[in-house]
């Protein structure tokens, strides 16, 4: 029923892109024409645009690597609060890390129809008189097909984070995130390395982009134009030749430790890691529905999960 419902949204998916691809150049003239030059300049100042490689290699149980180009927007959420969905509001990001400064989210904007963010990154300051500086960041990370997420609060500078999400269905869920992210600059930078108890440190991701100038890209639609899309025909191939050669398949873990969010909390807790001020150690679970938003808080660290929806809940 899941391969179903999986490749029936594939088509539809494939199908509403294909029609709103067609009238893009329709929807990009309507645009300019209904707004003024002021608002565009307000919304492209807002923008900061990256392009760069994300990079995956594989130590066990066979070594496997592959690269991407990959398009990225960091966004100044103050100044651009209508630009994203299904993220987090500033004032929301400021409670949980405790920071007074700007919020700048990392993240792949979505493209005729469709959204593809298996990372986006908040961006989290401080400051005190003339001085800005970077204090925590917040790694939102989004599983496929699942479409399941789990947010949680970092140290940019090196952290070790208790794996806390299914990512892939070649990973289980033993080991821990080792994690870091520069100062967005001219150049960005973000890396992940897996530890594992057993494997050790088998698993790397990175993300090396460079700032692009955003006037030369005047129209964000054409710029994103299929990145989302490009994103998720590199994970869903990859998987396919992890398959092909044999990598063992690992079920979810909601089906065979239901309280696999719970054990993260755990392991995180015995990392030791860097915490949250005692202002946030009270948050726990709760939500609006509990049923698809979690957020709890370890000794050590803030996380909040998002559920699937339909059928893989």
């Given at each position: 029923?899941?391969?179903?419902?999986?490749?029936?949204?594939?088509?539809?998916?494939?199908?509403?892109?294909?029609?709103?691809?067609?009238?893009?150049?329709?929807?990009?003239?309507?645009?300019?024409?209904?707004?003024?030059?002021?608002?565009?300049?307000?919304?492209?100042?807002?923008?900061?645009?990256?392009?760069?490689?994300?990079?995956?290699?594989?130590?066990?149980?066979?070594?496997?690597?592959?690269?991407?180009?990959?398009?990225?927007?960091?966004?100044?959420?103050?100044?651009?609060?209508?630009?994203?969905?299904?993220?987090?509001?500033?004032?929301?990001?400021?409670?949980?890390?405790?920071?007074?400064?700007?919020?700048?989210?990392?993240?792949?904007?979505?493209?005729?129809?469709?959204?593809?963010?298996?990372?986006?990154?908040?961006?989290c300051y401080s400051v005190e008189g003339s001085t800005r500086q970077l204090?925590?960041?917040?790694?939102?990370?989004?599983?496929?097909?699942?479409?399941?997420?789990?947010?949680?609060?970092?140290?940019?500078?090196?952290?070790?984070?208790?794996?806390?999400?299914?990512?892939?269905?070649?990973?289980?869920?033993?080991?821990?995130?080792?994690?870091?992210?520069?100062?967005?600059?001219?150049?960005?930078?973000?890396?992940?390395?897996?530890?594992?108890?057993k494997h050790g440190n088998y698993f790397i991701a990175s993300l090396k982009?460079?700032?692009?100038?955003?006037?030369?890209?005047?129209?964000?639609?054409?710029?994103?134009?299929?990145?989302?899309?490009?994103?998720?025909?590199?994970?869903?191939?990859?998987?396919?030749?992890?398959?092909?050669?044999?990598?063992?398949?690992?079920?979810?873990?909601?089906?065979?430790?239901?309280?696999?969010?719970?054990?993260?909390?755990?392991?995180?807790?015995?990392?030791?890691?860097?915490?949250?001020?005692?202002?946030?150690?009270?948050?726990?679970?709760?939500?609006?529905?509990?049923?698809?938003?979690?957020?709890?808080?370890?000794?050590?660290?803030?996380?909040?999960?998002?559920?699937?929806?339909?059928?893989?809940?």
């Amino acid at each position: 029923m899941e391969i179903l419902y999986l490749v029936c949204s594939i088509v539809s998916t494939s199908l509403t892109s294909l029609v709103l691809s067609l009238i893009l150049p329709f929807d990009a003239l309507l645009r300019r024409r209904g707004s003024s030059r002021a608002s565009n300049d307000a919304a492209e100042t807002a923008v900061t645009l990256y392009e760069g490689t994300v990079w995956h290699q594989r130590r066990h149980p066979i070594n496997h690597s592959f690269q991407y180009q990959v398009r990225y927007a960091l966004i100044d959420l103050d100044r651009a609060p209508h630009a994203t969905r299904h993220h987090l509001s500033p004032h929301e990001v400021r409670q949980i890390t405790d920071t007074n400064g700007p919020i700048l989210l990392l993240t792949i904007p979505p493209s005729v129809g469709y959204e593809q963010n298996p990372l986006s990154v908040y961006y989290c300051y401080s400051v005190e008189g003339s001085t800005r500086q970077l204090k925590k960041c917040i790694a939102e990370v989004t599983n496929t097909p699942w479409g399941e997420r789990v947010s949680f609060v970092f140290n940019p500078h090196s952290d070790l984070v208790a794996k806390a999400l299914h990512v892939s269905p070649f990973m289980d869920m033993l080991g821990s995130w080792d994690i870091k992210a520069n100062d967005p600059g001219d150049n960005l930078t973000i890396s992940i390395s897996v530890h594992h108890p057993k494997h050790g440190n088998y698993f790397i991701a990175s993300l090396k982009a460079k700032r692009l100038c955003s006037s030369t890209e005047s129209d964000h639609a054409f710029f994103f134009w299929l990145m989302p899309h490009k994103v998720a025909v590199w994970i869903y191939w990859h998987a396919v030749k992890l398959w092909w050669k044999n990598v063992q398949f690992v079920q979810h873990p909601k089906y065979s430790v239901p309280t696999y969010r719970e054990e993260a909390l755990k392991r995180d807790d015995t990392l030791q890691c860097c915490g949250l001020s005692s202002d946030n150690r009270h948050l726990h679970l709760r939500g609006s529905d509990l049923g698809s938003l979690a957020e709890i808080s370890s000794k050590n660290r803030w996380f909040r999960w998002r559920d699937a929806k339909w059928p893989w809940s």
